[in-house]
C-alpha cells in the first residue's frame, strides 16, 4: 500500500468514527467497508464494522468480520468477547471452547472467563470438562457459592443426587453456621422427593437459628408436602413474625391463599398471618393494605377501613389503596368521608375514572347534581374502554339528570349507558319506572322492567316497577300479581309499595282493600297530601 492509500485509509478511519459518534451508523458502516477494500487486514475496521452489523441483528455477517479480526490481531480481548456473543447468537456453542482457551490465554487471572467456558462445555453437555474448569476456577479464587451452585447444576443434570449431597453436606461441615447450606441441602432433597431428609436437615438449621425465617418458610414447605397442614402453618406464622425476613416474600405467600379463599379455613389463615405481618412491619404501608385486603375479604369493613387509612397516612403513592377505601366509605354510607378521601386521592392522582366515578358517586348521594355530574363526566371523559364504568357513569347520569328534572338528558344518558351493558339491572329498573312515573313509551319501560326481574328475581323494588308499569298500561290483573310479589319480598316495608297495592286495588274494584292499604302507607310514613285524599275521598286520585 503506498503512502497516499495508508493516509487515505486513515482519513476514511476517523470520518467513519465521526459518524459513529453522532449515531450515523449507516454512512459510518460505508466507510469503514471502504477501508477494508483498501485495507482487508485493518482488523479495528474489521471489529468497527462487526459491531455495527451486531447493533442490526446480523449476528452472521459480525461473525465473519470478527473471525478475520482475531486471525489479524489474535491477541485484542474485545475481538475475542464480540466473537463469542456473535457464536452464541448464532448457535455456533461448539466454537466457544476455541475463543475462551483464547481470552484465559490473554487475562488468566480473569474468574468470569474460566464460568463462560465451564458453561458452554455445559450447554453443550460435556458435564465432565465443565467440572474440571470449575475445579481449576476454585483452585485460584477458592470456593464460591456460584461454583457450588453451578456443579450442583451438574450433578442433577448426571442424575448423582449422592454426589450434590455430598458437595453440601461438605460446605456445612466447613461452615456450619452458615445456614444457607442447609437450606440448598434441604431443597436438593425436596426435589428429589426426598422429604424425610430434607426435615431433618431443617430441624438442624432450626436449632442453629430458630430466629432465621427462611428456614421457617422451608419447614413449612416440608410439612405441605408432608400433609401435616397444622404444623406448615405454625411454621409460617413463625416466619411472618420475624422482621428481617422480606415483606415482599410475606405478601407473596398471603397471596397464594387467595384462590382458596371459598374456604373459611384459607381466609381466616389469610387474615391471621396478615395479622401477624402488620407487627413485624409497623412502618410499612404495604403490610397495612394487605391486611385491608384481607380484613374486607373476611367482611369486616370497618377494621379494613382503619387499614388503609394507616396504610395511605404511611405512604399515599398507592392509588389501588385509595380506591378501596373510598368504596368502603361509599358502602358505608360515609358520603362526607369518600368525598373528602376521593378528593385528596384526585389532588395526586387526577386522571384515575373510578375515582372520579366513585366521588360523582358522593355527590349524588348527597343530592348535589352538578357537583356530582362534574365527576362522572370526567370519569367517562378519562376511561373509553372500561364498559361496566362508562355503563355505570351514563347511568348515574341519567339519575342527575332526572332529579334535575331534565327529562331528555336523562333518557339519552340511560339509553348510552345500556349500549355499554344491556343487562344493567338497576339501569334498567330506574329508567322503566322513571318512564312509567311520566306515562311514556310504556312498552320500552315494561320490557326493561321485565328484563330487570328476570336479572334479579326477588327484589321487591324491582316488582314494584314492574307491577307500577303494569298498572300504568290497565293490566290491573298483572300488576296485582307483581305488586304482591313485591310486599312479599319487601323487607324494608314501603310505604310507596303499600300506596300502589292501594291503587291497584281501588281499579280492580276493591275499594275497602285499597282504602286499608293507603292507610298502611300513612302508617309507615308517607305524608303526601294526594294520600290523605285518597283515604278521604275513598278513590284513586292521580
Known sequence: MTSTDSAVVKQLFFSALREKAIE???????????????????????????????????????????????????????????????????????????????????NPDKPDYYYDKANAFFYQGKYDEALKVYDKLEGM????????????????????????????????????????????????????????????????????????????LALADIYREKNNIEASYNELTLAFAIPELDIEQKIKIILGYLPRFPDPNARASALELSRILIVAHPADSKAYAIYGDMLLQNEKLKDAKAMYQKSISLNNQVYEVQEQLVRIELGDGDFDGAIKDGENS??????????????????????????????????????????????????????????????????????????????????????AYYLSLRGEELVKAAKMSKRSNELQPNNASFEDTYAWILFKQ???????????????????????????????????????????????????????????????????IE
Not at 474489521?46 to 482475531?70: C, F, G, H, P, R
Not at 464460591?144 to 450434590?164: F, P, S, V
Not at 358522593?362 to 362522572?376: E, F, G, N, T
Not at 286495588?505 to 285524599?533: I, T
Open 24 to 106: 450515523n451508523t449507516t454512512l459510518a458502516a460505508e466507510f469503514f467497508d471502504r477501508v477494508i477494500q483498501m485495507d482487508p487486514s485493518n482488523d479495528a475496521s474489521l471489529y468497527e464494522l462487526a459491531n455495527i452489523k451486531k447493533t442490526k441483528n446480523n449476528y452472521s455477517d459480525a461473525q465473519e468480520l470478527l473471525e478475520k479480526a482475531v486471525t489479524v490481531n489474535p491477541d485484542n480481548e474485545w475481538y475475542w468477547t464480540s466473537l463469542a456473543e456473535c457464536y452464541e447468537k448464532n448457535n455456533g456453542i461448539d466454537k466457544l471452547d476455541n475463543v475462551f482457551n483464547e481470552l484465559i490465554r490473554l
Open 141 to 216: 479464587i477458592g470456593p464460591t457459592d456460584d461454583i457450588l451452585a453451578n456443579r450442583q447444576k451438574i450433578y442433577l443434570k448426571q442424575n448423582k443426587t449422592d454426589l450434590a449431597a455430598q458437595q453440601l453436606e461438605q460446605m456445612i461441615a466447613s461452615n456450619p453456621s452458615e445456614i444457607k447450606y442447609y437450606l440448598f441441602l434441604s431443597q436438593l432433597y425436596s426435589s428429589n422427593n426426598m422429604a424425610d431428609k430434607a426435615l431433618k436437615v431443617l430441624l438442624t438449621a432450626e436449632k442453629l437459628k430458630p430466629n432465621n425465617g427462611l428456614v421457617h
Open 346 to 431: 384526585l389532588s395526586l392522582f387526577p386522571n384515575q375514572a373510578w375515582m372520579n366515578y366513585l366521588v360523582g358517586v358522593a355527590w349524588l348521594q348527597k343530592k348535589d347534581y352538578h357537583k356530582a355530574m362534574d365527576y362522572i363526566k370526567n370519569a367517562t371523559s378519562l376511561e373509553l374502554q372500561d364498559k361496566d364504568l362508562l355503563s355505570q357513569s351514563f347511568s348515574s347520569l341519567g339519575d342527575c339528570y332526572h332529579d334535575l328534572r331534565d327529562n331528555k338528558n336523562s333518557d339519552d344518558a340511560y339509553d348510552k349507558a345500556l349500549t355499554y351493558n344491556p343487562d344493567n339491572a338497576f339501569t334498567l329498573n330506574n329508567f
Open 474 to 540: 290497565k293490566d290491573y290483573a298483572g300488576a296485582k300479581l307483581w305488586i304482591e310479589k313485591a310486599l312479599a319480598d319487601d323487607k324494608d316495608k314501603s310505604a310507596v309499595k303499600s300506596e300502589h297495592y292501594g291503587d291497584i286495588l281501588f281499579y280492580l274494584g276493591n275499594v275497602d282493600g285499597a282504602v286499608e292499604n293507603w292507610k298502611k302507607a300513612k302508617d309507615k310514613g308517607d305524608k303526601s297530601p294526594v294520600l290523605d285524599r285518597k283515604i278521604n275521598e275513598k278513590k284513586y
